[in-house]
């Protein structure tokens, strides 16, 4: 639709008649200041309204000058969950979107030694969330680096691949496995940060990625938790985000399936846990990063494997979250405090594919 001249600045003539009057006359086309005064008062009268619309749909929060206001409106922006997060969290759609069922009978059964089983575990199937073998699925346990499988989650929903992130003191000190030649000062992409958490299971990426994405530590913990319970996690609880300090970071088989199928819904992380090693450009000298998946099931061949992270504190024990797809079914194991992480999730990832197949 075209624009049209409001008739108050044409005063009503042709457009052909208004060529040579004063500006003032174009303006009102009356000669009393009376009336031009009133004619004035019209678009000053809009305004108004408008104003007072776009006041009262913000259902009179506070005063629009507050310079605290201000700031913290400021700080909500950076670090607020898009907006089908936001929807999620108020309508409960994350919840059920990635749950798994645990009311069905088991297709897969294994008896393992008193010496040799796992405190708990999972096998389930990623598209669907059916359960095939479950062994004290909702037992809370300490879960050590799969504590990251949350760190990338928030991550990669709130922050793009080619952000630079700087690297703090604290990062760079951060205790337990890491990426290690971070520089100091000296920014460094996003992603290939990522790529350090997950392959690697850097804690000093944790550090700087939950610095970078929440302003603090402290803060990302909090959004940690937060997305967990978004998530319908009832049994899961962060205190860091990396795992490294057991105290506190604490999960259950069944939500550890949950997180394995929201981390694999995005393809960022799906590319990156996919992968059996990554060069990556990096600010040290020879410019390049090399890095290579410590994921047991990778390095042995297993076929298929698509993720996803190890885990390991001496209180957690040897703890994994396996992936591997097989045509066009993908199945997931999640095993926590197992005897042998690496054989046990073959077993089970094994004999989960026999079962779907002879089933069909």
Known sequence: MSEQIPPYLTGGGSRRKLRGRAPSRLYTGHKGPRFRRRLLLVPLVGIAALLAIILGSRGGHGTAGSAAGGRADSLAQKVAPPRSLRDSASGGGDSSRFAVNLTGADLVHIRYSRAHRPRAGVLFDVRTGRVLWRLNPTRRLPIASLTKMMTALLVVE???????????????????????????????????????LLLVSGNDAAVALAQHTAGSVGGFVRMMNERAHQLGLGCT???????YVDAGNHSCAADLAELARADLHLRRLRRIVGRSRAILKFPIKGGRLFLYNNNPLMRAGYPGVTGLKTGYTDAAGQSIVATARRGKVELGVVLLHSYNMGNQAEQLLDRGF?????GR
Request: charged residues 25%.
């Open 354 to 358: 026999k079962a779907l197949r002879a």
């Open 237 to 243: 609880h962060y205190t860091s985000p990396h795992g």
């Open 158 to 196: 709130r922050r793009g691949p080619h952000e630079r992130v700087r690297i703090s003191a604290r990062a760079r000190h951060t205790p337990g496995s890491a990426v290690g030649v971070l520089p100091k000062r000296k920014p460094v992409q996003l992603e290939t940060l990522l790529n350090g």
